[in-house]
């Protein structure tokens, strides 16, 4: 199942319980009406800018006051944090901010949406259809139903698209109407939906809303885009079989999947993605470049690395050994396996325990396959007494965990049970900390730009002050002190950056790196962890420089991600074709026949000794097939030689992608992809 991306929207008590006692015209029923004295209330834009408006304005109202343009865009609003209907009535002084298609939660509501708008077009073809939830997803939206005898066939599908076009263009308001629990089950009793009617256990009077749009009303907790004439592009793009709640002894219910955009330009340029996309899919390059392998008698989830991926692998590692020995760390290597007791001080167990593997006896001990590498850091960091002249102390290791993902969940490289991690752990004093994330933070800079990631964004998740003690660590000012630090080396350095409440880990703020591909596709790469809990679990000390005993702040970072997942993406991102110091084979010899081999050889022999990995194509094929060949296995430089380069000692060029470049001197050809090399250069 793909993740949710905002959560399931299925009708549970929803954030808007503050007025769900409201009267229909939204005051709150505990407040005498007040509109008759015209009190104004304010709004506070994004901007600090405070309007005032008549009690009982909408987002919608609010953006049609500044301007027209930007009324024509608004999906929804987030007021004083919630993310409302755009047409919603505000009643108190609220913080607003307008959101759009570019905001995840408007493309979230407009997609949710959609799904309504589905449903409707369903309705109207499959009379007597029931329905299950639609939540928005990663990329659109789906909705379960339960047609009963009927089947819907993939040729349906453009049926339905016909259909909802055509509700979308009669652009009908979607309205939110709140509704007594008893009303409600009386309408899906009449409707004979036991789906609805199962969703409604649970709900209690002044939680439960029923939004209509046109012939269609859904239990729903909303938010919803204003009306279905915003929904201008429409593609459904598959139909599969989901059990209800997931569980395999229930019915087997239909799941239809669509996608939707604001404009006909952005389908297509989806369209063109996905395309482009399954042309570069990382499992089918990486079978036919020899990449990595699975093996069902190895296991599922288990790549099996092969030659070429390894001199990937490899030169990732010293890249990274590089540039972390620059920035200070040092190396360290640990067992892939630990007793349970580390686990159980670091809190991984129990909490983590479904994520790994089942623990193996041994001497009456119960021993783990490790699914992070940190205890093993901090172990190192124990294994001597510190002092304040040893911070920061920079610990790093491609260390391989293991996770038990589940088997639904498994994908490609993307989703595997064994990973190689680039990762490192800083123990630092709270001094030391804005250097030590700012640095950090600037070896990713130093990534995106050696492989050509033009776009990415931070994730910066913060905690929640109200769920101190609960969710979060109870230690308020190193919350704010870090929060702040973090943002403060985000502004500074330019870094694109968003902040989200109340989604940090239990132990410190969290930042979560998101790239794009060279086809527009996003992928999380990596996650950056401020952590405050851990060095006192583990009792990590050092003596401060007034001789009392300390506890370090600990950094986790892994910018380079786990090899898997930087490699499935790097394949897509290059669609195969590795800048030179990436690339398996470097460069491979063509002689045009057998007569010029010995010099192919000779040629290929300088170009090893020069630290390239060069070979040669000594099959007694004809050139032309030579080069479509090599061109296939997407090695970057060929070299062809016949009579000519022979007598003069030289090559000719062809660079993949460009194509003939001339005739080179060996040694001055050699010199050159050296330094493109030696430089990692993109080409
Ligand atoms: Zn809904
Ligand atoms: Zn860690």
């Given amino acids: 199942?793909?993740?949710?991306?905002?959560?399931?929207?299925?009708?549970?008590?929803?954030?808007?319980?503050?007025?769900?006692?409201?009267g229909m015209d939204g005051s709150p029923a505990s407040r005498p009406f007040k509109y008759a004295i015209h009190n104004m209330i304010n709004i506070t834009l994004p901007d600090g800018a405070v309007r005032q408006y008549e009690p009982g304005v909408s987002a919608l109202d609010v953006a049609r006051s500044i301007s027209e343009g930007l009324a024509r865009k608004v999906l929804a609003a987030n007021v004083n944090g919630q993310v409302w209907d755009a047409s919603r009535p505000i009643t108190t002084d609220a913080t607003l901010k307008?959101?759009?298609?570019?905001?995840?939660?408007?493309?979230?509501?407009?997609?949710?949406?959609?799904?309504?708008l589905?449903?409707?077009?369903?309705?109207?073809?499959?009379?007597?259809?029931?329905?299950?939830?639609?939540?928005?997803?990663?990329?659109?939206?789906?909705?379960?139903?339960?047609?009963?005898?009927?089947?819907?066939?993939?040729?349906?599908?453009?049926?339905?698209e016909k259909k909802m076009n055509e509700l979308a263009r009669q652009n009908n308001a979607f309205t939110r109407q709140e509704i007594a629990?008893?009303?409600?089950?009386?309408?899906?009793?009449?409707?004979?939906?036991?789906?609805?009617?199962?969703?409604?256990?649970?709900?209690?009077?002044?939680?439960?809303?029923?939004?209509?749009?046109?012939?269609?009303?859904?239990?729903?907790?909303?938010?919803?885009?204003?009306?279905?004439?915003?929904i201008k592009a429409i593609k459904l793009t598959s139909v599969a079989g989901a059990?209800?709640?997931?569980?395999?002894?229930?019915?087997?219910?239909?799941?239809?999947?669509?996608?939707?955009?604001?404009?006909?330009?952005?389908?297509?340029?989806?369209?063109?993605?996905?395309?482009?996309?399954?042309?570069?899919?990382?499992?089918k390059l990486g079978k036919e470049l020899s990449i990595f392998a699975m093996d069902d008698d190895v296991g599922p989830g288990l790549p099996l690395w092969l030659p070429n991926g390894t001199i990937i692998i490899e030169e990732l590692e010293k890249l990274a050994k590089e540039t972390e020995a620059a920035a200070g760390y040092k190396r360290v290597v640990t067992p892939h396996i630990a007793k349970e007791s580390m686990y159980l001080t670091s809190g991984h167990l129990p909490y983590y325990e479904d994520s790994m593997y089942p623990a193996m006896e041994m001497d009456g001990t119960k021993y783990y396959l490790r699914a992070m590498n940190c205890p093993h850091h901090h172990k190192i960091f124990a294994a001597e007494p510190k002092s304040y002249k040893d911070l920061p102390l920079?610990?790093?290791?491609?260390?391989?965990?293991?996770?038990?993902?589940?088997?639904?969940?498994?994908?490609?490289?993307?989703?595997?049970?064994?990973?190689?991690?680039?990762?490192?752990?800083?123990?630092?004093?709270?001094?030391?900390?804005?250097?030590?994330?700012?640095?950090?933070?600037?070896?990713?800079?130093?990534?995106f730009k050696i492989f050509g990631i033009d776009k990415y964004v931070m994730r910066l998740s913060l905690h929640a002050p109200e769920k101190l003690g609960q969710k979060y660590m109870n230690e308020p000012e190193l919350w704010n002190e870090t929060e702040t630090l973090v943002r403060d080396v985000l502004v500074k350095t330019n870094t694109p950056f968003?902040?989200?409440?109340?989604?940090?880990?239990?132990?410190?703020?969290?930042?979560?790196v998101q790239i794009w591909s060279a086809i527009g596709r996003e992928f999380t790469l990596a996650t950056n962890q401020v952590d405050f809990a851990q060095g006192r679990r583990f009792k990590l000390e050092f003596t401060t420089q007034d001789n009392k005993s300390d506890t370090p702040l600990i950094i986790h970072r892994a910018p380079l991600g786990t090899h898997e997942r930087f490699i499935g993406f790097l394949l897509e991102h290059y669609a195969g074709r590795f800048p030179l110091w990436l690339a398996p084979v470097q460069v491979k010899v063509l002689p045009i026949s057998d007569k010029f081999l010995d010099y192919a050889k000779e040629v290929a022999g300088k170009l090893k000794k020069a630290d390239i990995r060069a070979e040669v194509d000594d099959r007694q094929e004809k050139i032309g097939k030579k080069i479509r060949d090599t061109e296939m296995l997407k090695v970057p430089y060929m070299l062809i030689v016949g009579e000519k380069e022979m007598n003069e000692r030289q090559v000719s060029v062809r660079r993949q992608g460009k194509g003939d470049m001339g005739t080179k001197g060996v040694d001055e050809f050699i010199s050159e992809a050296v330094l493109e090399k030696e430089e990692r250069r993109a080409e």
Avoid at 3 to 14: A, Q
């Fill in 1 to 22: 199942m793909p993740s949710l991306k905002s959560g399931c929207r299925s009708p549970v008590t929803g954030p808007a319980r503050l007025f769900l006692k409201a």
């Fill in 394 to 447: 920079r610990l790093a290791e491609y260390g391989t965990c293991y996770r038990y993902e589940q088997s639904g969940e498994l994908f490609g490289l993307m989703r595997v049970r064994c990973l190689h991690m680039n990762d490192a752990h800083i123990y630092c004093t709270k001094e030391q900390f804005y250097e030590e994330f700012k640095a950090v933070n600037e070896m990713y800079l130093k990534y």
């Fill in 243 to 283: 059990y209800w709640k997931g569980n395999e002894k229930n019915k087997m219910l239909t799941r239809v999947y669509g996608v939707t955009f604001p404009s006909q330009k952005e389908l297509d340029e989806y369209l063109q993605m996905l395309e482009e996309a399954k042309k570069r899919d990382h499992r």
């Fill in 181 to 230: 629990k008893q009303e409600a089950v009386d309408y899906f009793s009449q409707k004979g939906d036991e789906y609805k009617l199962d969703l409604l256990q649970n709900l209690h009077d002044g939680e439960i809303t029923f939004y209509t749009q046109g012939a269609f009303t859904d239990l729903c907790r909303g938010p919803h885009i204003p009306s279905t004439g915003l």
């Fill in 118 to 160: 589905m449903a409707e077009a369903v309705e109207s073809l499959f009379p007597g259809v029931k329905f299950w939830v639609g939540p928005p997803v990663e990329n659109g939206f789906y909705y379960d139903m339960d047609l009963g005898d009927r089947k819907m066939t993939e040729d349906d599908l453009a049926v339905l």
């Fill in 98 to 116: 307008l959101l759009t298609w570019t905001d995840t939660d408007g493309k979230s509501t407009f997609w949710h949406s959609s799904a309504h």
């Fill in 498 to 512: 968003v902040e989200v409440q109340d989604e940090a880990a239990f132990y410190g703020p969290k930042i979560d």
